[in-house]
């Protein structure tokens, strides 16, 4: 626990900055953060012999990221190119005796679909109009989620939600997750409202409604980075991170928060 909270106060110390003054600095935290994670999930795979391939998955969501950030009318080619870029790789090595290259495609246009294209909307949330506020709400809301689920879930979870996935996880803290999400998302508007500087029309009942979201759904990315380490044997994506293990350990949530804030916003209150 200590080395976890002092490798997340380092983080923070160079997070907050970057939230608050966004552009190029801030691409360049969360690129490290999703190009590592695109790194660790070829390096996943590959522990069951399957073939992503490394330059062009990891290629693909520098490509994709960049573009969504900074030449958004280019995203979509850049991403179609890649999923094309893809085929051809894999059809070469298919021909040159691979006979999983089918699935190797698969894994390697799921790794830039997901870790880049989904991603990315850590991006876009920062864009939007009053970006920093809405990046720290979803932050602090799923990152309120995961620790009211531990937290209640160490010590009086009982009923397992998915046992083969992820053993640890109970009702009990998906409980606690919801409520503590709704809760800081509640108190987050009421707070930076009325002492702050968000000026949005976002009242505490469509914050809380909004933390409510970030506390329940954002679980199904733990999860499903958890299912791929199952499959792959390995107990963390990487070691690089001290006490939060690696890239994708710590963004499995982040991506599913980011687009549920996204549209939440985009949709409801923007």
């Known amino acids: 626990m200590r080395r976890r909270l002092i490798t997340a106060l380092g983080l923070a110390v160079i997070g907050v900055p970057a939230i608050i003054f966004g552009g190029i600095f801030y691409y ?13 999930y070829v390096h996943l795979f590959r522990a069951v012999k399957l073939e992503p391939q490394m330059y062009i998955t990891v290629g693909g969501v520098v490509l994709v990221t960049f573009t969504r950030m900074f030449f958004p009318i280019y995203a979509q080619p850049a991403f179609a190119i890649s999923i094309l870029v893809a085929m051809a790789y894999h059809l070469i090595i298919y021909e040159r005796g691979r006979d999983q290259s089918a699935l190797d495609f698969a894994l390697t246009i799921g790794g830039i679909t997901y870790i880049g294209w989904i991603g990315s909307y850590l991006l876009e949330l920062r864009k939007l109009p009053e970006g920093g506020w809405w990046l720290m709400l979803v932050m602090f809301c799923v990152w309120a989620g995961d620790s009211g689920a531990y937290s209640i879930g160490r010590a009086y979870g009982k009923h397992k939600i998915a046992p083969r996935l992820s053993p640890k ?46 506390g329940a759904l ?22 690089i991170i001290p006490g939060h293990g690696g890239f994708f350990d710590r963004i499995d949530s982040w991506l599913w928060g980011a687009v549920i804030g996204f549209y939440f916003l985009t949709w409801f209150i923007l």
């Open 169 to 214: 996880k109970s009702w009990e803290g998906y409980a606690a997750s919801i409520f503590t999400g709704m809760v800081t998302g509640g108190f987050y508007v009421w707070v930076f409202k009325t002492f702050g500087s968000l000026t949005s029309d976002i009242t505490i009942w469509q914050g809380a409604i909004m933390g409510l979201l970030l």
């Open 28 to 40: 360049l935290l969360m690129g490290t953060f999703l190009v590592g994670a695109a790194w660790e």
């Open 218 to 239: 954002p679980t199904l990315g733990d999860l499903g980075e958890s299912m791929i380490k199952r499959q792959s044997g390995i107990k963390d994506s990487s070691d």
